[in-house]
């Protein structure tokens, strides 16, 4: 994937909608995405750029992407815990229909996400094609 000021990149956040829903994304309009502890993750928070699109997958018992974000505010130190990272995300639009972990694993042009090979990083990510398709599959 390639990164530059020219070309948007895509990604995915994770969130359990026990700890921070969509609902609660939604209500707040623009949030924080703070309290990352993972060296990879991280790196991808580096990497955001303003105006990045940015799916929210929610974990846990539901396990599906319910929305759409954007970067409005490139990394900074994270506010709890200066060592890492955060960047700050805004509403985009909700999902028409939530796109499953399961229907995502049964689309063979989705075989290769990252979301699919490294499942427990919160942060990651995308293809353009994949970021397309899964918007396409949601709405």
Do not use: C
Request: glycine share 4%.
């Amino acid at each position: 994937m390639k990164f530059n000021s020219e070309e948007m990149n895509y990604w995915m956040v994770k969130s359990e909608p026990g700890s921070y829903s969509w609902e609660d994304f939604k209500k707040a309009k623009e949030d924080i995405w703070d309290g990352v502890r993972n060296y990879q993750a991280r790196n991808f928070l580096k990497e955001m750029q303003l105006g990045d699109k940015v799916l929210f997958y929610h974990s846990g018992k539901e396990k599906a992407v319910v929305g759409v974000a954007e970067v409005s505010e490139e990394h900074f130190p994270d506010p709890t815990d200066e060592k890492w990272e955060a960047v700050k995300l805004k509403v985009n639009s909700q999902l028409k229909n939530p796109v499953t972990l399961h229907e995502i694993k049964a689309e063979d042009a989705l075989a290769d996400m990252l979301m699919l090979r490294q499942s427990r990083l919160s942060v990651m990510s995308m293809e353009k094609t994949e970021f397309d398709l899964i918007l396409k599959m949601g709405s």
